[in-house]
């Protein structure tokens, strides 16, 4: 009779494969905080083109999953993740060019949308790498670990990530930034090459179309929950900008610390409750958090909405989540949680440019409206999908 392995010693396992997309987002969070001020003020670009800026890469991410997602499955999930690094890495390379080409706003800008998209598609191979490579190594039965603590690590990057860069930028200049994410990818391969690989799982594939159309309305559900994000991290700096307060990266800051400790603190409630009921829950939060940010006289009130939109979308990724990756049969699973995965790329790609007109149009504060119509819209469509998985309890048993 095999041996069960003891909670802690799954846990350590996956925190030491999950380290690789903290090293992956911490790559992403660096600039985040930086780069709208950079192109809106010093390469004097407009708030539409800055959003661009940002939301490229989830562009990217989103173009280059089904890709990902094949490599995963057919070479492994180890061999995705030390591409993705390889790919961060280059990332930094463009962001070097960024800086010595200032002087020249087109260039730079150019320099800046060409790493983007290089940082998008390997973004695209270290987070489903990691989550594949996790579950790989500590069995399927513990999806919804994995995902969560992938989760802790990609937004806890980001929180960290976005004043680290702030500061690299305000003490060394934007080069700084270009040399750190060269170093912090050296220091992911170097820690990813002696690690062991899980196994591939063989079995038929499924065309990622087919894929695509299992989790479809998961992943809507998911897409609306991220506009609130990628609303937040694109335009916070801008929005406290306009109302002339100070400390925007402390907004990303709290909103990351808000959702690690949701996902500490009640991300065992999946298992317990079902992802349907914790997604409806996180969506609730959600939403009061950005109807907060929306009508938030002060700074202080500011950050309570952060910290509630992150406090509530949390566990919505790997709510709904679970109940996506058990759609499709073990083989698949890579696929599945790259299609997932798509939907909040396609959510954050478009929120950058699609708030910015919204700004435009009715001012920073209103962008926060517009995402916490969103949060509510996914949060009827969770209802909705929880109230079918009821009716037709269809799932495919994961091996």
């Not at 150019?110 to 998008?120: A, E, H, I, K, Q």
């Amino acid at each position: 009779m095999p041996v069960t392995p003891r909670p802690l010693a799954v846990t350590l396992q996956v925190v030491s494969i999950v380290l690789f997309t903290f090293i992956g987002y911490l790559n992403i969070g660096i600039p985040l905080a930086v780069l709208p001020g950079f192109v809106h003020d010093t390469l004097g670009f407009g708030a539409v083109v800055a959003g661009l800026v940002i939301s490229v890469q989830y562009l990217a991410t989103l173009l280059s999953r089904p890709y990902a997602s094949r490599l995963i499955d057919n070479q492994g999930c180890k061999r995705a993740v030390m591409y993705g690094l390889a790919g961060c890495g280059l990332s930094g390379v463009f962001m070097l060019l960024a800086a010595w080409l200032q002087a020249t706003p087109w260039m730079s800008l150019t320099s800046l949308l060409v790493g983007r998209l290089v940082l998008g598609s390997a973004e695209s191979l270290v987070g489903s790498g990691a989550i594949g490579w996790g579950i790989g190594r500590v069995g399927a039965q513990h999806t919804a670990k994995v995902i969560s603590w992938n989760g802790i690590a990609s937004y806890g990057a980001l929180a960290i990530g976005a004043p680290l860069g702030v500061v690299l930028v305000q003490q060394l200049g934007l080069w700084s930034m270009g040399v750190s994410i060269l170093l912090l990818c050296a220091a992911g391969l170097a820690l990813a090459w002696p690690k062991q690989a899980a196994p591939i799982v063989s079995g038929v594939r499924m065309p990622f179309l087919h894929v695509l159309g299992r989790v479809f309305g998961h992943g809507s559900g998911l897409a609306l929950g991220s506009i609130g994000f990628g609303t937040i991290a694109t335009f916070i700096t801008l929005y406290y900008a306009s109302q002339s307060w100070h400390n925007a990266a402390l907004c990303l800051s709290l909103f990351g610390a808000s959702f690690i400790s949701a996902r500490l603190l009640f991300g065992n409630l999946i298992n317990r409750l079902g992802g349907y009921r914790v997604a409806i829950a996180c969506l609730s939060v959600e939403t009061i958090g950005l109807l907060l940010l929306w009508l938030a006289p002060s700074a202080e009130l500011a950050l309570a909405g952060a910290a509630l939109s992150g406090f509530g979308f949390s566990l919505v990724f790997p709510a709904l989540g679970v109940e996506a990756v058990n759609l499709v049969p073990a083989a698949n699973r890579g696929a599945a949680v790259g299609a997932y995965s798509l939907f909040i790329d396609l959510s954050l790609g478009i929120t950058g440019p699609l708030a910015g007109a919204v700004a435009a149009g009715f001012g920073f504060a209103s962008i926060f409206l517009f995402a916490a119509i969103a949060a509510l819209c996914g949060l009827l469509l969770s209802l909705y999908l929880y109230r079918q998985a009821r009716l037709n309890p269809v799932r495919h048993t994961l091996q």
